[in-house]
């Protein structure tokens, strides 16, 4: 029993630190599996609403990036965030549910990370007239074609690790956001891209 005013200098071992990545791990994907599943169930019972607000999408974007750090980082796999600037700033200002749109990105995120073993993920912002766009280009091994025809479909994944909600729940969100999602394979033949857009919002900076 340790005694009173006594540190406790203990460290964990490599070997606990790896059981407890694992753990973390997989309780993020059980999270996110119980956040999808009701989220589908709100999208076809059309009971799913929007709180919307001004917001900065690429501060929203630095935000999701600095979560997804975590499922990134592996070492092997580069990560760019390029906001392209206009009229000497690169803030797009739109008008969404700043926990759904989060929800969108980190999903995104978590795809190119889960694909990507090795090169980079690039994510790219920029406004071009009333809509604003965001792509994130991964350089995994990109879509097969019969999944590519039904991505944004229930239930389709490219993975066993996925449950194939992930991007017909993104698209959904994006769409009631006045927007679309779309993917394409890399034209190298590396990995895939997906991009969204939405419209910027009206107000005044």
Same mark, same amino acid.
């Given at each position: 029993m340790?005694?009173?005013?006594?540190?406790?200098?203990?460290?964990?071992?490599?070997?606990?630190?790896?059981?407890?990545?694992? &753990?973390?791990?997989?309780?993020? +994907? %059980?999270?996110?599996?119980?956040? !999808?599943? /009701?989220?589908?169930?709100?999208?076809? $019972?059309k009971?799913?609403?929007?709180?919307?607000?001004?917001?900065?999408?690429?501060?929203?974007?630095?935000?999701?990036?600095?979560?997804?750090?975590?499922?990134?980082?592996?070492?092997?796999?580069?990560?760019?965030?390029?906001?392209?600037?206009?009229?000497?700033?690169?803030?797009?200002? &739109?008008?969404?549910?700043?926990? +759904? %749109?989060?929800?969108?990105?980190? !999903?995104? /995120?978590?795809?190119?990370?889960?694909? $990507?073993?090795?090169?980079?993920i690039?994510?790219?912002?920029?406004?071009?007239?009333?809509?604003?766009?965001?792509?994130?280009?991964?350089?995994?091994?990109?879509?097969?074609?019969?999944?590519?025809?039904?991505?944004?479909?229930?239930f389709?994944?490219?993975?066993?690790?996925g449950?194939?909600?992930?991007?017909?729940?993104?698209?959904?969100i994006?769409?009631?956001?006045?927007?679309?999602?779309?993917?394409?394979?890399? $034209?190298?033949?590396?990995?895939?891209?997906?991009?969204?857009?939405?419209?910027?919002?009206?107000?005044?900076?």
């Open positions: 340790k005694k009173r005013g006594e540190s406790n200098n203990s460290k964990l071992s490599k070997e606990d630190e790896q059981v407890l990545d694992i &753990i973390i791990r997989n309780a993020k +994907r %059980l999270l996110r599996l119980e956040q !999808n599943i /009701l989220d589908m169930t709100r999208i076809e $019972s009971t799913s609403h929007l709180d919307i607000e001004t917001l900065d999408l690429n501060d929203l974007i630095s935000n999701s990036i600095h979560d997804a750090q975590y499922e990134i980082d592996n070492g092997r796999v580069g990560l760019e965030y390029n906001a392209t600037k206009r009229n000497g700033t690169n803030r797009i200002l &739109i008008e969404a549910d700043r926990a +759904r %749109l989060t929800q969108v990105l980190s !999903n995104l /995120l978590s795809n190119a990370a889960k694909f $990507s073993k090795e090169g980079s690039i994510v790219n912002t920029e406004k071009k007239g009333s809509e604003a766009f965001v792509s994130i280009r991964d350089t995994g091994p990109g879509i097969q074609p019969d999944i590519m025809t039904k991505l944004f479909s229930k389709v994944t490219n993975s066993s690790r449950s194939g909600l992930g991007l017909y729940i993104s698209k959904s994006i769409e009631a956001h006045g927007g679309k999602i779309w993917a394409e394979n890399n $034209s190298d033949g590396k990995g895939a891209t997906l991009t969204l857009n939405m419209p910027v919002s009206q107000k005044v900076e």
